[in-house]
Structure formats: structure tokens, C-alpha cells
């Protein structure tokens, strides 16, 4: 683990605007900077940056947060991944904390095979653009296939010479252990003798998300019969093939930008489409697609367009991988190349424009594809037109959203001729199978039947308790450490009359005191989670620490708080006031309501928690009605007399 005191260092020196500004072309506006979104594509500008509180927030998209949400969210970087960038890019030395031996153990295999795989790489292309074998038959190779020299850089090709241990040899002699270099597989050991698992082939580096070595792809350009055309690097403590995808390291920005993924078969086909233009592409390598690589998508976009070759036949046997798809949740379309071409190809033969409009154009909805393909083997034959229906209805039941399966059970039936009604019952049947078989497995009780009701418009209600929680966490972070004269009001019996009536008194505090001794004495909880987690958050800071800063509390909390801090505070700096006071124009400015902003939300909260035990107890007594008494009826009179003068002092209606 990463030391506490290198992650404070790292916060204390990183400049927010600095990094962001290496991704986002920043302009100055007022205290803050504005620029273009880099997570939707638009044309104003809506992502606000705030040197002051370090702080990021994304209008379009409603992400924000601190310096490592951003490297999180845009370069997909883990915590750790995200606080060694940063310390790499200002020179700070990262210590790590004492871990087990076991720990110890286990991290340093990952980083041993981590480093040879980084080597290996270095080597590979080394070999490639600096040995007279290299130019000659791979650099050759590689611009004979349409490469530019800085396509070829940007995806690290290189080349592992046609001799038995070149690189093992090289590796050794560097200082690099025989053992880690049989781990990652690029060495192969047999007894005392050792040789090179890619010798005279052209090598792909497999890069993880964040750009580290996993493995490596390798392709012959012999004419040899007995090995195969394509090899992998085998499994490994860190390569493990069907969590990997070739390209995602390269594609990551532009599929989340672009909210669509299209997945091609070979690594040749995923350069081919980057160095036309389109960077959203990556490749499954030649295996079949799993549920984890879907997965690795689904954390960029939930669109995937899965792209085939015009081959028939092998058309047909993709269509495995389309049901993973859907089974995780996904959008689907499929988008097929005319006979006798691939995406390489195709791509290499059309410009950008001429690429984008073919696959625009093209790209259809899995059940118009499945049945378009299907059809031609079931066309005059009703036992197999029968077959495939049945095929596409088995495909939407693997669909999780309801929704999603009643427009695809419909379009279905437009589009294979059969009505809505079969086509619901067939589902029902096979959602009721499958939950009888995973019945059988469990002892989870069966869900209700498939039942396609009509959809009634549902209003939107407005949570009240949300609003009024939010608020408060907003005045905590706004004005938290503000001095205030409050009027505070002292419930009292007039002596005259016996009722109770709510007497003035001014106090002076600082705002979180104020907010805190009135939720206390009411015993007010929040219901909303990250609220709470906040609000506790955000007591202690200002109660241990008479100069909080608001960074380092973003800095401090978990990532979901620190977003909805970003969220709170960005909103309020993004409608603040601009440039007025030149124009002689001086409005009344958001720090003079302070107090009674936070005495009229704290007494409206008192009254909506008033009414919410109102109705409580009466439900309770609805249920129950024998079990109504005086004690009840007084309970309700009191709350009923209490929101009744708060009423009065908010000068409101009851």
C-alpha cells in the first residue's frame, strides 16, 4: 500500500488546473477555468475547474470531484495507479507501507513479471527499428500492411528475432531472472535449456487499461504448416487472456467520449480502424468474447457494435458472442462487411468519412442481423423458421431490463411475421424454465411469471427530506465556519392563556454549531447515506480543525462523497455573480441570508419530520384501531400544535 504521508505529499504539491489541463484545454474564466467536456461530445463549454478548492465538475455529464476522480474517470486509473501518476509527473518518491511477507511475496512476483514484460516490449521493438533482420522483414512487413511508422510506435510493434534464444540470452545477460522470464511465457523451459516462445515472429503487445504489458501476440511470416499463424502468451499472474482486451489502453478516451465500443477480431483489424481515424475499437484477440471482457466495456459505455467479416459461415458462429452481450446488460448492434472483406481491409481501402458512413449505415439491431442471417437457412421451411424465432426469443430472454424485452419481443414479430402474443408466451415459458432451474440450485423463491402489463405514467414526486438533507450539507460546506446572530426561538407557556408559544432570542454561533445543537436536540438523523457519512465528515473536520479547508476534506473522503462535495460546491460557484461591481451594479450577496437560510431550512425540515410522525401514527392507528387512547389522541394534538407555531414563525399556511 501506498504510504499515508506520500498521499497527503502528492495533494499538497499536484495543481489540479495543471493536470487536467495535460487532457482538457482550459480557458480562464473569473477565479475558476471553463472548457469543453471531455466525457460528451459539446459545443459550450460546461466543465468548470476551481484552482481555489481543487475541485472539478462536469455540467454535461454531472461527474466531478478532486484531481484523482478526474485521472479515475478519464483515464480509467485505479486509487493507487491514479496517486503514482500524479506523484510521477512532480518527482515525489513513493513509499510504500510495511506489508506481510506474503504480500510482500505476491507484489513483488506481479512487479518482477510486470518489468520483464515491460523489457521485453522495449527489446522488441528495439530489434525491429535497429537490426538489419528487423527492418528488412518486419518493419517491411508491417508498412506493407498500410502501417505509417507512427502507427506502428503508437502500438509499440517490434519483432523477436528468428533465432532459439536471442532474447532470453539478451534478458539474462541484462540481469533479468530466468524464472520470471519463463512466468510471463515469453521464455519457454525445458530442462537445462531455454529458448524464445516467439522466435522469428512479429510481436503485439497487450497492454492492461492503464497501459502496462500483460503479454504479448505474435505472427509468423513463414509459410511454416506446423505452427500456428497467430500465438498468445499463455496465462500468467498478471495475463489473463479473457479479461484482456487488444487496444483498450488506446481506445478507452474515445469510447467513453464516443459512448460506443466496436469490437473487431484481430489485432490488425483494431490498428487498421485507429489509424484511420477510428480510435474506439478494440479486439477480443481471437478468442471468444467473455462475460469479463463485456464487462471492462460496460465500466466506458454500454453501447457495443460487434463488427464481422462477410464470411457466412463465420457470421454464424459470432453470434454466440452477441448473447454474452446482452446477458450483461448491454446495447447491442452488429455490423457485417460485404464478402470477402474484414475490418483491416475495408478500412485501409476508405477513408475516415467513407468508414464512419459504412458502419452508420450498416450497423443493425441484433434481432433485425440474427434473423437476417437465420432467415436464409429457414426460408421455406416452417419447422425451421419455427427454430429460429425461438433462437432470437432465447437471446431476449437473457436481457435484464423488462423494458428492453418487450420492444424486442415486438420488433420480432414485425420483422419474422408472427404475432406479439406467441412470441410473449414463448418467453414466459423460457424465463419460467430458467428460474425453475436456478430454483432448483438455490433456495431463492420463484419470481411471478413474465407479464407484459401496459405502462401507467407515473408522476414524479419530489422527495422532500432529499432537498432539505442536501441543503444542510451545502450550508455546512458554503458557510460552515461563518459566524451568525441567529434568532433563535424558545418554546414557552404563556402564563395568561396556558398555550405554548415560540419566544425570540438572538445567539450568536458559527454555522455548523448552530446546525448541529438543532438537529441534536430534535434528534434529527439523515436518511440519505452519503449525507450522513458526510455530515459527520464534515462536523468533525470543523470541530478538530479551526482553519478547514474544503480540499482537504474532498481529499479525504471516499470517492462518492467527495463527488457530491464537488457537486455542492461547483453548482454554487458556477450561478455566482460576475464582473457586477465594475458595472456599479452591487446585489445583496448570498453571505447576508446566511442565518436565516439556516434557521428557515432547519425549521422546515422540523415541520416535514412533524407531519411525517403525524401520518405514522395515524396509519398505525388505522391498522389497529382498538388499540386508540387518550395518550395517542394528546401525542397528536401536541405535534399538531408545534407545527403549527413553526408554521407561524416561517410565515407559511399549515
Known sequence: MISKSTIDQVYDTVRLEEVIGDFVQLKKSGSSFKGLSPFSDERSPSFMVSPVKQIWKDFSTGKGGNVVAFLMEHEHFTYPEAIKYLANKYGIEVEETEQSNEQKEAQSLKESLYLVSEYASKYFQETMHNTNPGKAIALSYFKERG???????????????????????????????????????????????????????????????????????????????????????????????????????????????????????????????????????????????????????????????????????????????????????????????????????????????????????????????????????????????????????NSIALIPDQIKKEIYIKECARIMDVSEGVLFSTLAQITNKVQKDADKKSSVPQNQPFEVVKNKPVPRKIDVQYVLEQK???????????????????????????????????QQAKVFEKIFLDLQEDEMAFTNNIFKDLYYAIIEALNQNPDFKLEQLINAVPPELAMEMSSILMDDERYSLSDWVRKEIIPKTKNDGVAQLVSETILTLRCFLIDKQVTEIKEKTLQNPGEVNREILEEVKDYSGLKMLLSRKLNRPI
Open 472 to 506: 444542510i450539507i451545502s450550508m455546512l460546506l458554503l458557510y460552515g465556519n461563518q459566524i451568525q446572530d441567529f434568532e433563535d426561538l424558545i418554546l414557552k407557556e404563556n402564563e395568561d392563556t396556558g398555550n405554548l408559544e415560540l419566544e425570540p432570542v438572538i
Open 147 to 393: 502501417f505509417t511508422l507512427e502507427t506502428i510506435k503508437k502500438f509499440d510493434l517490434g519483432y523477436c528475432l528468428d533465432d532459439w534464444s536471442a532474447f532470453t540470452d539478451t534478458a539474462l545477460k541484462k540481469g533479468y531472472k530466468l524464472e520470471f522470464l519463463e512466468g510471463t511465457g515469453i521464455t519457454i523451459v525445458k530442462g537445462e535449456k531455454q529458448f524464445d516462445r516467439f522466435k522469428g515472429r512479429v510481436m503485439f503487445p497487450i497492454q492492461s487499461m492503464s497501459g502496462r504489458v500483460l503479454g504479448f501476440g505474435g505472427r509468423i511470416l513463414t509459410n511454416d504448416k506446423k505452427a500456428a499463424k497467430y500465438l498468445n502468451s499463455p496465462e500468467s499472474d498478471i495475463y489473463h487472456k479473457s479479461k484482456v482486451l487488444y487496444g483498450i489502453f488506446h481506445a478507452k478516451q474515445a469510447i467513453a467520449k464516443e459512448d460506443n465500443c466496436f469490437i473487431v477480431e484481430g489485432y490488425t483489424d483494431v490498428i487498421q480502424f485507429h489509424q484511420t481515424g477510428i480510435t474506439n475499437t478494440v479486439s477480443s484477440s481471437g478468442t471468444a468474447l467473455t462475460s469479463d471482457q463485456i464487462r471492462l466495456i460496460s465500466r466506458l459505455t454500454k453501447n457495443i457494435t460487434v463488427l464481422f467479416d462477410g464470411d457466412a459461415a463465420g457470421l454464424r458462429a459470432s453470434l454466440r458472442g452477441i448473447d454474452i452481450i446482452l446477458e450483461q446488460g448491454m446495447n447491442v448492434k452488429i455490423c457485417a462487411f460485404p464478402e470477402g472483406e474484414d475490418p483491416d481491409s475495408f478500412a485501409k481501402a476508405n477513408t475516415e468519412s467513407e468508414l464512419r458512413e459504412y458502419l452508420e449505415s450498416h450497423s443493425q439491431d441484433f434481432i433485425q442481423f440474427k434473423a437476417s442471417v437465420l432467415f436464409e437457412d429457414s426460408k421455406n421451411d416452417p419447422i425451421k423458421k419455427a427454430e429460429t424465432v425461438r433462437d432470437i426469443i
